[in-house]
């Protein structure tokens, strides 16, 4: 059960007690897959120190001007060097395992490339979260305990997602509360000093970094990762699975190809620009195979063309992984992919042009059988075996078309690159009790809260309402109530008589001032400290903005994340958010006059 509350084009799902957070697999389950990861993270571990001791002996080596020390030294990098390239190996077999991710079907099939996830550290966010909480916020830090926890719980389950669609709607939705967290706590002007460690996925080389756009970065890495583990994991021996196949390898392609084009400096090497190009182009690549194999299985007829047909795509499989082997040789990628990566995608490449061949000599073979009337036709077909036959014009208009020819050159179904869809999960704003995220975010300022004690006069408190989530000051009366108790224009209500209402409608907040006692009332304020930042366009493009990237120069997440549909207050890699359509109940500027008051505020 939920309970939402709309304010001023924002609103919230405030979760119950019993949470939402979901939970990842055992790591230390014993399972043949949660086997090889936790060699992974063994090996990982291992690397680790290595690297650790390489660094100093390095350091010490630059230091010391003593001979002996230096020759001690050498030998102590070389036994390092050495086994760090022994654990790499290690981790490079464990990885070129691509058996545990394949279906456990008898049916005979070729083995697809699958991608093991990166791993990562665990981190303690509560100290850096409610220091700000503290001095950004103004409040107890100690009293959101629960959503840090509740946030840590969800990094901790996100480590080890299960190989489904459970374990892919949970990296999304940790992507997507990366969105809250960087609005809520990353300044641009302050470092929190929280360090994000990850092991690259093939070598287990760790890398570290305070930005928090490398670990969404990694998240998206493990979503395009995990899909490929899913497509690998698919019976192919069925429509079904063929189709389910080729959906989870595009959706890869996608999620990888959206990491290269957002995400830049990246500091481990399979993160980077060459790397990701050969994820998508192999994962497309698979695309085509998953097609071909669809075709050998829908195809009932043997006739000519349906053999020139099969040639066709068989052609266009090998066209693609040749590419890819190609792409594979090229620097600086050549000595880091896997060579049974290599080996298998050049013995694919073959293995389809031999495919091609064969199909191409059975339709040879029938050539026998054709009508004397029609080998012409067919005999021009057949130079051109490596195309297909589309649904329309008959052979004779295509072959005299030249329009119409170009057209065969269409495969049986073209693959595509489908782009992670963020909105498919949706999250909530674990940290909603700070206010509304227009308002109340790291990059805007205020004032600390003040509370004031107003006693209506004659004439009421002296001040004008308007807007909703938080309610807004628009005017105070000089000489009135409420310019003597210090509250000034553009303030924001806070709380009234202890009572929390940053999330509380226009309404709200009129009938808690009606319902007040003659002994007066306690009101909360704060004061916007960049008010030219506080009017309602920029408050809604505060909704929507967020640092992506690792570098300030390359920001181009910031106009792409499209975040939840049900939270008007805007992950991964997300994030054009839509100007919601609801406006504010109440008034649409800051700069009223005062002396006439519209129909959009009320007089109190």
């Known amino acids: 059960m939920t309970t939402e509350q709309e304010g001023d084009g924002e609103s919230f799902v405030q979760p119950q007690d019993s ?14 897959r949660s086997k090889l990861q936790h060699r992974r993270a063994r090996i990982n571990q ?41 654990l790499k190996e290690e981790l490079e077999e464990l990885n070129s395992s691509v058996e545990v991710y394949q279906n456990d079907s008898e049916s005979i099939s070729v083995p697809m490339i699958p991608l093991g996830l990166k791993e990562t550290r665990e981190i303690d966010l509560t100290v850096p979260l409610m220091d700000v909480i503290h001095e950004h916020y103004y409040e107890d830090g100690s009293q959101f305990e629960k959503e840090i926890k509740e946030f840590m719980d969800l990094r901790q389950a996100m480590r080890t997602p299960t190989r489904n669609e459970a374990g892919l709607e949970l990296l999304m939705e940790y992507y997507s509360q990366l969105y809250y967290l960087e609005n809520r706590f990353f300044s641009p002007s302050k470092n929190l000093g929280i360090y994000f460690h990850w092991y690259d996925s093939l070598t287990g080389v760790p ?18 990762a995990l899909y490929t583990q899913i497509g690998a994991r698919q019976d192919r021996s069925t429509v079904e699975g063929i189709d389910n196949a080729i ?27 060459a790397s990701l190009n050969i994820l998508v182009r192999l994962m497309i690549a698979q695309v085509q195979e998953c097609i071909f194999e669809k075709v050998m ?19 266009k499989v090998d066209d693609i992984y040749a590419l890819v082997y190609q792409t594979m040789l090229q620097p600086p990628v050549k000595d880091y992919i896997p060579f049974s990566w290599t080996a298998m995608v050049q013995v694919k490449s073959q293995h389809f042009k031999a495919l091609s061949h064969y199909h191409a000599a059975i339709a040879l073979c029938e050539y026998s059988s054709i009508p004397e009337k029609e080998e012409n036709e067919y005999e021009k077909i057949f130079l051109q075996f490596h195309v297909t036959v589309p649904e329309g014009p008959s052979v004779n208009v295509l072959l005299h078309d030249h329009e119409e020819r170009q057209k065969l050159a269409k495969t049986e179904q073209k693959p595509e690159i489908k782009t992670p869809n963020f909105t498919k999960v949706k999250v909530t704003d674990l940290f909603y009790r700070l206010g509304p995220l227009s308002v109340f975010n790291a990059k805007s300022k205020w004032s600390p809260p003040r509370t004031v004690r107003l006693v209506k006069g ?36 806070v709380s009234i008589n202890g009572s929390d209402c940053k999330w509380s409608k ?17 009101i909360s304020v704060i004061t916007p400290q960049c008010p030219e930042v506080q009017t309602v366009a920029d408050r809604k493009s505060l909704i929507s ?4 990237l690792g570098s300030s120069n390359n920001n181009k997440e910031n106009a792409q994340k499209n975040i939840q549909n049900s939270l008007s207050t805007g992950t991964l890699l997300h994030w054009n958010k839509k100007k919601s359509t609801s406006k504010r109940n109440n008034g649409s500027t800051f700069s009223l006059p005062f002396a006439s008051v519209r129909n959009n505020e009320s007089m109190y």
């Open 458 to 493: 004659e004439s009421g408190f002296g001040f004008t309402l308007r807007g909703d989530a938080p309610v807004l000051i628009a005017g105070v009366v000089a000489d009135g109530c409420a310019a003597e108790a210090g509250l000034k224009k553009s303030d924001y209500i």
């Open 207 to 224: 890398s570290c970094q305070r930005a928090l756009a490398f670990e969404k970065g990694s998240v998206l890495f493990n979503v395009g």
């Open 545 to 548: 903005s967020s640092g992506f």
């Open 506 to 522: 226009h309404a709200e907040v009129v009938q808690a001032l009606k319902n007040i006692e003659d002994d007066g009332v306690d």
């Open 46 to 86: 291992q690397i680790n120190k290595e690297m650790r001791m390489r660094a100093g002996a390095e350091n010490l080596f630059r230091a010391t001007n003593n001979h002996k020390v230096k020759e001690t030294v050498a030998l102590e990098l070389s036994y390092v060097n050495s086994s760090l390239q022994l």
């Open 247 to 273: 959906d989870a390898f595009q959706r890869s392609a996608g999620a990888f190809n959206y990491l290269k084009e957002n995400f830049s400096n990246a500091p481990s090497l399979d993160m980077s620009s």
């Open 297 to 315: 299985l829908t195809k009932t007829k043997h006739d000519f063309l349906t053999q020139l047909q099969i040639a066709q795509e068989a052609a």
């Open 19 to 32: 949470g939402s957070v979901r939970k990842g697999c055992d790591p230390f389950a014993q399972t043949q």
